[in-house]
T-cell receptor
Framework: GENVGLHLPTLSVQEGDNSIINCAYS??????FIWYKQESGKGPQFIID?????DKRQGQRVTVLLNKTVKHLSLQIAATQPGDSAVYFC?????????????FGRGTSLIVHP | DAGVIQSPRHEVTEMGQEVTLRCKPI?????LFWYRQTMMRGLELLIY????????DSGMPEDRFSAKMPNASFSTLKIQPSEPRDSAVYFC???????????FGEGSWLTVV
């Protein structure tokens, strides 16, 4: 079956380092991807998105890379801060009835050590 | 805007009891989603509505689960009777179709003992 999965369940980094969180997807029909951040006790929050006609998109301290050839997505966080500690989810979106319905991966826990 | 509002935030109930979770989506949003989150299964889509109409309920685990959206500003997810394996965090989320980004509530943490 097709699914969204993450390579690493937990990533520990030192404050100031760059973090890279990876995600694999297998549904070739997916054409829109979103990264969400979930802090403890809260709901997931939108970080950045990318459409399949792009291979890179940058935000504030975050960059998402999309490699459609190998169906791989990554989230890069520059100069990681303790406040970045959270679980990060990638979501692949499949168009249904005029809107996109996201399917979430299992999540990667990012731990930032001061 | 206050965001997606869910209640209760926390609920502990005994097995066999009815549980009702409530959600107020962001005003103007026309899509509403119910997700369940557990350590074992991650975030699972249970059901979603478009303009108050249920579109896909294939994620609803069994007949004990039901969801309604009587109007654009309110939805409920009901579990009757509840079982310990229903213990999870239940998230409501909403979106506006042009935006494509869904906004989550803070979740309802359910424990069934």
């Amino acid at each position: 079956g097709e699914n969204v999965g993450l390579h690493l369940p937990t990533l520990s980094v030192q404050e100031g380092d760059n973090s890279i969180i990876n995600c694999a997807y297998s549904n070739s029909a997916s054409d829109y991807f979103i990264w969400y951040k979930q802090e403890s006790g809260k709901g997931p929050q939108f970080i950045i998105d990318i459409r399949s006609n792009m291979d890179k998109r940058q935000g504030q301290r975050v960059t998402v890379l999309l490699n459609k050839t190998v169906k791989h997505l990554s989230l890069q966080i520059a100069a990681t801060q303790p406040g970045d500690s959270a679980v990060y989810f990638c979501a692949e979106n499949i168009a249904q009835g005029g809107s996109y319905i996201p399917t979430f991966g299992r999540g990667t826990s990012l731990i930032v050590h001061p | 805007d206050a965001g997606v509002i869910q209640s209760p935030r926390h609920e502990v109930t005994e097995m066999g009891q009815e549980v009702t979770l409530r959600c107020k989506p962001i005003s103007g949003h026309d899509y509403l989603f119910w997700y369940r989150q557990t350590m074992m299964r991650g975030l699972e889509l249970l059901i979603y509505f478009n303009n108050n109409v249920p579109i896909d309920d294939s994620g609803m685990p069994e007949d004990r689960f039901s969801a309604k959206m009587p109007n654009a500003s309110f939805s409920t997810l009901k579990i009757q009777p509840s079982e310990p394996r229903d213990s999870a965090v239940y998230f409501c989320a909403s979106s506006f179709y042009i935006d494509n980004t869904i906004y989550f509530g803070e979740g309802s943490w359910l424990t069934v003992v």
